[in-house]
């Protein structure tokens, strides 16, 4: 059995009435001049171990000193610790700043929109609402655009499918969760980043590397969360509409309210695009002069797309030791593309996808009364996802039935520097898939049950600001194989002064393939399928350093973030794609491994214009069977550079803000292939041409909505004939699946952001 846990968890403090205790409130003030909590603040006597955190609405209590007068220090990331003489028992609310120093650094315009940690040893990244909306943003695929970590590119030139990159390796070896649940996994990797509206997202946590074992087993490059809006601070309506030059049409609404001890939120989502494009393929772009002479290639750009989603919320906070909330999720989605109505019916290439999906899931978090810093929480999710794929005459149908539990409890050795965090996870997923077309052994109604059964724990030690230290282990054991995995995870930080931070980690991590699920683009393809044998699951250690400098220059601050990773592949499923017209999966024979080096500098050059800039390098090899030889070349689609700038500008209250991000993409290596079945010409394997992208958006806000109109590919680069032998579909020479470069070129697009606070 093996399992799973993502979690992180509920810290609340402990809050009662009793006369022996002092409480208070621990905030910050907004530019607005609203108080907002500060969960997980520190509250202390000084001079002793008696202590409290601030619970989620920022509440603390706290035992009363042995003697008056005592000082109370309270303490949080980012902001300047608060020293207060205490002479009598009552009721203290306390306001902290923002910190000066280098605690955590928060790179802003007019609104704080990224965030680096340089106190937590694991490598964490958080991007707020603020750097959201400088995109259109209309799902979590669009979601980082302006960030350096995540690369989003298209999977294939007729399904409209994204993938992200992390660490130089594809988006499956990234565990992407939602508040800490699994989210993108199984039948939902190839679509499920376009199934989160960036509306919905309050903030994205990205963490590098190795994690901590809490949040489960299967990170192997590292993890994005995703954060949606809560009931406390969601506006009470928010209604975001968009629309792009050829007609693509997506709505937003989002609703906050409370009953007594309950907040709900409501979100709903339909997206809707039904016209047929065809302006890319068959003929030559002209780089040079940015010209297009497309005519067409009777395939459509982009699908006819049929999108809705929604999501509600339920939310108690009756008492202040404990919490529970519910969330239900359903989504339909509907994709129509391939070769345009003017092709006769009898001849057309289809593809049509299907998804239903369904979840819910729960939290439910409490804290030990009268110990501070001790708390216990579960959480549980069911899923339900269905799925039809057809392209051409490859057919694959999938259902997963997916339930999750974890179990995790956090408690001290003598004081909060030594923290203790164990528990449990269960994981049970039952795949029903049948594929037809071009594969070479019967698959219908295949039924397999992955159970994973995990217990962890872990122990963190903090040496005040300096040096902090995350260790733990998980052994899960899963059902298939009959035996236990272990694995051993350590991040560790030193800040040698106020300014610099330097970590390091390892960790090893696993996860199950689902090679059909994960690779529908290669199914976009006269490819014929060779499973050659059962596969086992994927492991591989990461290894990771990163040093983050922060800065002040002419009175602003800045920070200079390097990092090196890399990602060795004990076992992994090898998608092999060199062999003209032909797809095989298998086991790993030989080495495979990820290098990843990435600078990137933040700096606000002068009130309201922030600049971020980006440079990374990726150097990525699998080996591969070809021949039966054993040959190690470089991953394919894979581009070994990237570069990124990302300027901002705003006005005095934001009332006009300027976004330009531009960005560089290096070469890829693209293997070899057929032209056409008649004559069996072949290309034989190459590196791509780089090439540049650049978005720009303009936004104008007023009291209660914004107008923002922008561009994307602004330069209209498209690939060069992004399908192979377009004109015969139903050759073993057609592909559609190589692609390395936009499919579509400029795209112009307007919306509206309507919010009552």
Known sequence: MKRIILVSMLLIATINTKAQQIKGRVVEILPSGEESPLPGANVVWDGTTIGSTSNEQGFYLINEPESYPATMVVTFIGYQSYKKEIKEWGNYDIVLESSVKISQVEVKGKVNTT??????????????????????????????????????????????????????????????????????????????????????????????????????????TG????????????????????????????????????????????????????????????????????????????????????????LNRWQYKGNPNYGMQFIAKALIEERLGGQISSVPKEDRYIVDINNYLYEIFSKFGAIQPNTPGKSAGIQTSFKLHNQTAIFGINNYEALQESAYLNFIRQTYINNTNNIFKYGFSQYADRYTESFSGNINTPFNNQIRLDLMSGLFSEYTFKSGDFFNITTGIRADYYNNTKKFNYLPRLNMKYNPNEKTAFRLSAGKAFRIANVFAENS?????????????????????????????????????????????RTDFENQVVVDIETPSELSFYNLDGTSYANSIQADIMYEFFNGFDVKAAYKINDVHTTYMIDNILTEKITPLTPNKRALVNMSYATNFDKWMFDLTWNYIGESRVPSYKLDDIFGDFRSEHMSDPFYLINAQVTKKFKDFSVYVGGENLLSYTQENPIIDAANPTSSAFDASLIYAPVMGRMIYTGLRYKIK
């Not at 596969?535 to 990163?546: K, M, Q, S, V």
Request: glycine share 8%; hydrophobic share 35%.
């Open 115 to 220: 965030k680096i940690s340089t106190l937590d040893p694991i490598n964490v990244q958080t991007i707020s609402t603020g750097e959201l909306e400088k995109a259109a943003c209309c799902n979590l695929s669009e979601s980082f655009s302006t960030n350096a970590t995540v690369d989003v590119t298209f999977t294939d030139a007729v399904s409209g499918a994204k993938q992200i990159q992390m660490l130089g390796l594809d988006g499956v070896y990234t565990q992407i969760t939602q508040e800490n649940i699994p989210l993108v996994r199984g039948i939902a990797s190839s679509y499920g980043i376009s199934y989160v509206p960036g509306t919905w997202i309050e903030s994205i946590q990205i963490i590098k590397g190795s994690g901590s074992v809490v949040n489960g087993f299967e990170s192997l």
């Open 223 to 310: 993890q994005i969360n995703l954060e949606y809006y809560k009931p406390e601070s969601a506006p009470k309506l928010f209604w975001n509409s968009y629309v792009n030059q050829e007609g693509k049409l997506d709505n937003n609404l989002l609703f906050a309210k409370q009953n007594g001890d309950w907040k709900s939120n409501l979100f709903t989502h339909v997206s809707y695009f039904d016209r047929e494009i065809d302006h890319h393929g068959g003929t030559t772009d002209d780089h040079t002069t940015h010209t297009d002479h497309h005519t067409g290639d009777k395939f459509l750009d982009a699908p006819k797309v049929k999108h809705v989603s929604i």
């Open 521 to 565: 683009s290669f199914l976009a393809s006269g490819r014929t399928i060779d499973l050659v044998e059962e596969l086992n699951p994927e492991i591989a250690w990461n290894y990771g350093a990163n040093l983050t400098y922060c800065f002040y220059l002419n009175g602003r601050e800045g920070t200079i973030n390097l990092d090196a990773y």
